[in-house]
């Protein structure tokens, strides 16, 4: 199989060394190509006097400049837009295209097809409280964010995981907002806390499918004491939530203040700034690869693998947290790759 052309420098070197009385073994060998290749670059550039590539002969394209245009220009406005879409727009003006002749359309232009990274819609009230909150904590020291416990819930299914969406997107735009796929933060079923000496506990919040939206729930399972108790935080440490009605009950600020802990003023909808976060994916592959068959299972191996994660995964978390308000503030409050 031939192998891929050389560049356009490495076929000017070799005229160059022709022209100052070079032989093809010294040119070969100099350059470490063969010596049939030196010949067929100088036998082109005295044929041609140049060493760049001619015009090739080929079959002409079927497909006109217009539906190029068009197709290029539905998947860009329509990041998530199928193949199967794509064809049949073509065809409904007359022009039949296969699958895999639009897919090397599209790859031409710089289009391909990727998975959509999941991330909640942000209005625009959203994205300026993300920015204000990640400016105002930009100065802070890194033993400010040892001190805070990050608590967070998620949603851990017992047969396989919700499903990916592919959108057509160019390099280095992943986290552009067009190629997202926007979601609502969804129900959980568990609630653990973690901090930069390690997790803390971990607690089963419901049944099968059913979310809890009564009750200040920390007051009554006392997983927060319980969690600052077994990592030895004392009564200085501040304790991070997400605004969710339930978690900022009038009876669950009340409990906070009559135990003087400092609840840290959270933005709504800014899982990009919670480091528990990125535990998340670990948890559920590790769990998945366990094949629980139950619901008890199920428990019982989020358990064992939040327990098993490292506590220097968690402090590498903290100490990068810095990096996190930088990447907000260059978005400009918007999605980023944390």
């Not at 160059?16 to 100088?42: C, D, E, H, M, W």
Request: glycine share 4%; with cysteine; proline share 5%.
């Amino acid at each position: 199989m031939k192998n891929k052309e050389h560049t356009r420098q490495v076929r000017d070197t070799v005229v160059k060394k022709f022209k100052a009385g070079f032989g093809y073994k010294n040119i070969s060998q100099a350059l470490n190509i063969p010596r049939s290749t030196v010949q067929a670059i100088i036998l082109k550039w005295k044929e041609n006097q140049t060493t760049a590539n001619l015009p090739r002969p080929g079959r002409p394209s079927k497909r006109s400049a217009h539906t190029r245009r068009r197709l290029i220009r539905d998947a860009a406005k329509r990041p998530m837009i199928t193949l199967d879409e794509l064809q049949r727009s073509t065809a409904e003006v007359g022009d039949s295209v296969h699958r895999t002749t639009i897919s090397r359309i599209l790859h031409k232009s710089g289009l391909y097809g990727r998975v959509a990274r999941r991330k909640p819609f942000l209005k625009d009230i959203h994205k300026k409280c993300c920015l204000k909150f990640a400016t105002s904590h930009l100065g802070d020291t890194p033993n400010m964010w040892k001190k805070v416990l990050w608590a967070d819930e998620t949603k851990i299914e017992l047969f396989g995981n919700n499903a990916k969406r592919y959108v057509w997107r160019e390099s280095n735009t992943l986290n552009t907002p067009s190629p997202l796929s926007n979601m609502v933060v969804a129900a959980s079923w568990f609630r653990p806390a973690f901090l930069h000496q390690g997790q803390g506990r971990w607690l089963k919040l419901m049944g099968r499918w059913m979310e809890p939206n009564t009750g200040p729930f920390w007051k009554n399972d006392g997983l927060l004491m319980e969690s600052a108790k077994d990592l030895r935080l004392g009564r200085r440490f501040v304790f991070q939530q997400d605004n969710d009605p339930k978690h900022k009950a009038k009876s669950t600020m009340e409990w906070f203040k009559s135990k003087h802990i400092q609840v840290l003023e959270w933005p709504s909808q800014s899982p990009d700034l919670n480091p528990i976060k990125n535990l998340w994916k670990e948890l559920k592959t590790a769990v998945h690869k366990c094949s629980p068959s139950n619901l008890t299972e199920l428990d019982l191996f989020c358990k064992e693998e939040w327990e098993k994660i490292s506590v220097s995964r968690c402090a590498k978390l903290i100490e990068t947290y810095p990096k996190r308000l930088t990447a907000v503030i260059a978005a400009k409050g918007g999605a980023t790759k944390y």
